[in-house]
């Protein structure tokens, strides 16, 4: 019972990662079609401020409390950055983005390891995220972990509440829908586009002031979680978060699972296995927008 | 289209005036070109390079050259049939594993084990999964047949379901980090991180010796050559052109009454089996497998060189590789950071700006039209010479 416990725990930490990663994939993937592989590197800038914050501000808590819009605000600039210079150009061309954002990635990670160096950075948690909490029945779960399900869960409540109620929101529900029929009733789309690209980001940074918390941090730490996060969003389905929030903890419980069944190696290619296995039955994803389109 | 004798003499073809040049047929002046480009590059290969080149600089054109292999396969998917595959270095490793335990173990000797079983795994016999790699008759069909099954068992469950786009290219991507995270964690029986290193033999020559390299290295430019010919006929072939059709109008294929699923399968299969081909050869040449030859980097490296040569033409890729693998000695010995910036930005722009590799700079000068750009719908590499093509009746 209590091993169950905790690799449901770990399955479900590990699941709020993905999801705060993939929450901002699925956000440019689903209305701009855009694959950005950029994201990861968004994440590592987002991990660095929290580690550039803690150099000046003394108070671990402080300094984490901070770095959270600190990091939105830093990781949105540079996805606005790229959308701008780059992404734009490439709309037609989805394939391409994922190629172009991948040289950009190169770039990132070359300029993190001049500007921090290669080796690994360590940042202090706050003292209130180091312990334990135990649970009735000898079950424990530790702080950091469940800060980080709180923030994922938050993340969300957060976006679905602003693409429902707000102007903006509608906007973004409707160039998602129907990109065209938006544009010609006087949604101002690549505007839209540019707001969607630095909430996208922003969520990335996030999620690098949450991955702070769990371990080092490095110039490539955005490559090994970046695939993952892709995996979500595609077997998700596009357009909508619930595939997404729903997917991302199914695979982590399964990657928890695999892993303690077997070893972290075989528990990866099951993974693997089983979202093949699951797009054999729906090709298109969890859930997916209707539309007419054929393929 | 046909030769019928028109009904109507009003609309008679005028016969063409005397002395004017028949357009291209088929087969004519174009292969013409081919035979001349093979054997230059015959010539290249196989005359210059080894007169001009030191030993060291021939094995590393070896190594190139074993890329440029990974190259044409991918020209054949993604340029040809708009398949971006991200995970090239799974068949590349397949092939290159298969390869290793064939040497690694003929090595060791009869009954023997290589040397980092007893040292990581602790075992006292071979595992059941290496012991047909003994034999040369299951090895080197293996370097191939392997790759060509893995991409056969994914591209048929993909393909069929319309899994396709970026949802391929990701798919294809995780297939990599898969394979690289189960030979890193089954240390005992792959040599993990390190992979499968020292190789002293191939067939019965010692690698060490620099005669053998040379020859390493005319294997692989003739191997080289062979597909490039392989990959000329298939593009040129019917099938060939059903290809690029599914690339620029799946459904219409569809429409028309063919499976686009096979025919995708058939070029993904294809180019899998040239990059295993190529990894079997990159062992002798280099003497190392291992994950970090394979993983994820690699594997969009290997699309890198593609991208910037031209995806959609024959030498581009092939070009492309070598120029990019080379320009990555030349520059990462000196300025490793610098190397790394430069690798992105060429990419960048490249891919943003130039989609038709630097091919189309050179039929960009040759013709106005040439540097149309891919993804706009008008796009197609063989329109020219379709729209040249004298419609010949078939029986």
């Known amino acids: 019972m209590t091993v169950l416990f905790g690799q449901l725990f770990t399955g479900i930490s590990i699941g709020a990662v993905l999801l705060l990663i993939a929450l901002g994939l699925a956000l440019t993937f689903g209305q701009m079609n855009v694959i950005n592989m950029a994201h990861g590197e968004f994440i590592m800038a987002g991990a660095y401020t929290t580690y550039v914050l803690q150099q000046s501000i003394t108070g671990a808590g402080m300094s984490l409390l901070i770095a959270l819009p600190v990091a939105f605000v830093v990781a949105g600039a540079m996805g606005v950055l790229l959308e701008i210079l780059l992404i734009r150009r490439l709309y037609a061309r989805p394939l391409d983005t994922l190629l172009v954002t991948w040289g950009v990635s190169l770039m990132l990670q070359q300029l993190a390891r001049d500007v921090f160096g290669s080796p690994n950075v360590q940042t202090r948690a706050p003292e209130l995220l180091t312990g334990n909490v135990a649970l009735p029945g000898g079950l424990t779960v530790a702080n950091n972990r469940l800060f980080i399900l709180a923030l994922a869960l938050a993340a969300v409540a957060a976006l679905t509440l602003a693409l429902r109620l707000t102007p903006l929101g509608r906007r973004i529900r409707a160039v998602v829908q129907n990109r065209d029929l938006a544009a010609v009733s006087g949604i101002p789309t690549a505007r839209v586009d540019r707001t969607t690209f630095f909430i996208g980001s922003g969520l990335a940074g996030l999620a690098g002031v949450a991955l702070t918390l769990l371990g080092p941090i490095g110039p490539t730490m955005g490559t090994n979680l970046i695939i993952d996060a892709f995996l979500v969003v595609v077997v998700g389905g596009i357009g909508q978060l619930k595939g997404t929030v729903i997917v991302a903890f199914a695979l982590g419980v399964l990657q928890a699972t695999g892993e303690y069944l077997t070893t972290l190696s075989v528990a990866k290619v099951i993974v693997f296995v089983a979202i093949v296995a699951f797009l054999q039955w729906r090709p298109q994803g969890l859930f997916t927008l209707r539309t007419r389109s054929l393929a | ?395």
């Open chain 2, 1 to 395: 289209m046909t030769a019928v004798t028109p009904a109507r003499p009003d609309t008679a073809v005028q016969p063409a005036p005397a002395g004017a040049v028949p357009p291209n047929p088929p087969g004519g002046r174009s292969r013409l070109r081919a035979v001349a480009g093979f054997a230059f590059g015959a010539a290249l290969l196989f005359a210059v390079a080894p007169l001009v080149l030191s030993d060291f600089r021939l094995s590393l054109l070896a190594k190139y050259l074993c890329v440029a292999m990974v190259a044409v396969g991918i020209g054949i998917a993604w340029g040809r049939g708009g398949m971006l595959t991200l995970g090239q270095g799974v068949f590349f490793g397949l092939g290159g594993y298969a390869m290793a335990m064939h040497l690694k173990l003929a090595d060791a000797g009869p009954g023997g084990m290589p040397d980092f079983m007893q040292l990581y795994g602790q075992l006292d016999e071979l595992p059941v999964w290496w012991r047909p790699f003994a034999s040369p008759w299951f090895a080197l069909p293996a370097t191939v047949l392997l790759p060509m099954a893995v991409a056969f068992g994914l591209g048929s469950l993909v393909f069929r379901r319309r899994v396709r786009g970026a949802y391929f290219a990701i798919l294809s991507q995780a297939l990599a980090a898969a394979m690289v995270i189960l030979l890193i964690g089954q240390q005992g029986t792959t040599g993990g991180t390190n992979g499968l290193t020292d190789i002293e033999g191939f067939f019965g020559y010692d690698l060490d010796d620099p005669v053998n390299q040379r020859m390493v290295y005319f294997i692989i430019a003739g191997v080289l050559l062979a597909l490039l010919a392989l990959a000329r006929q298939l593009i040129h072939s019917r099938y060939g052109e059903l290809l690029v059709a599914v690339r620029d109008g799946e459904e219409r294929v569809r429409f028309l009454g063919y499976d686009p699923a096979s025919v995708k399968l058939v070029a993904y299969v294809v180019a899998a089996g040239m990059a295993g081909l190529a990894g079997a050869l990159f062992v002798p040449a280099v003497g190392i497998i291992s994950p970090a030859l394979i993983g994820i980097v690699p594997s969009i490296e290997f699309v890198i060189g593609v991208a910037v040569g031209g995806r959609a033409t024959l030498l581009g890729p092939v070009l492309g590789a070598v120029a990019v693998a080379w320009a990555r000695t030349a520059l990462s010995e000196r300025f490793p950071g610098t190397w790394t910036y430069l690798q992105g930005l060429l990419f960048v722009v490249v891919v943003a700006f130039l989609p038709g590799g630097l091919a189309s700079l050179w039929a960009l000068a040759r013709r106005r039209d040439g540097g149309a750009l891919p993804g706009r719908r008008t796009w197609s590499p063989l329109r020219r010479r379709r729209a040249e093509r004298t419609e010949v009746p078939v029986a």
